[in-house]
């Protein structure tokens, strides 16, 4: 079974994923790790160094080697991946357990206050131009990620709820 997680970036993907694959006795595997073992660079690095579109190709590759490799496996993508290469259609030609971890704009800039220092795209904006960023952002992507399967609704519910949620609905 493979069960991938999709979502803007703080949504909750690597927390519920591994929880998930806790609860699941399967491996987790975080295409943002993935990607920075393979390069042997941190991301942020890589957007400095070789830009984005270079990472945007980067990433579709691994998430079709790990979509290949792995027969059980709980994926977390990175925040952009629905949004690129065609990898929503990469994505749910493996599996119909895909899970869009939605959260309200206000959700994200609480939780992104605090954790811009290794989101390349955010890093360098100041806070108070954070919730502008993110609305227009998420307006941009929710398209990509409404593709998903499944919608779960994963603002002010624990990531221990989020997943037994998961749990229920998987096939
Ligand atoms: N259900 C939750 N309730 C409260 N805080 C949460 C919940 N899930 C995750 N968090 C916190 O929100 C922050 C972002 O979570 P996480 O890193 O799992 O998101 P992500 O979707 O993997 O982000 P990215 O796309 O940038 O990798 C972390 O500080 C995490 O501890
Ligand atoms: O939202 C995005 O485009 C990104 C999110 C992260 O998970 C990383 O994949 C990278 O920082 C880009
Ligand atoms: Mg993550």
Do not use: W
């Not at 703080?10 to 994923?17: E, I, L, N, W």
Request: hydrophobic share 40%; charged share 30%.
């Amino acid at each position: 079974m493979k069960i991938v997680l999709v979502g803007y970036m703080g949504s909750g993907k690597t927390t519920v994923g591994q929880l998930l694959a806790e609860k699941l006795n399967m491996d987790f595997l975080d295409l943002d790790d993935y990607i920075e073992t393979q390069l042997n660079t941190k991301i942020p690095d890589i957007f400095k160094e070789k830009g984005e579109i270079f990472f945007r190709k980067a990433e579709h590759q691994y998430l079709q080697e790990v979509l290949e490799k792995q027969d059980a496996l709980v994926l977390a993508t990175g925040g952009g991946t629905p949004c690129y290469s065609g990898n929503m259609d990469l994505i749910n030609s493996k599996t119909e357990n895909v899970f869009y971890l939605k959260l309200s704009i206000p959700g994200l800039i609480e939780r992104l206050y605090k954790e811009k220092e290794h989101r390349p795209l955010i890093k360098h904006l100041a806070d108070e131009d954070l919730p502008e960023f993110i609305g227009k952002h998420l307006f941009e992507r929710s398209p990509f990620y409404a593709i998903s399967k499944h919608t779960i609704v994963a603002g002010a519910r624990t990531a221990d709820e989020i997943a037994n949620e998961i749990l229920e609905k998987l096939v």
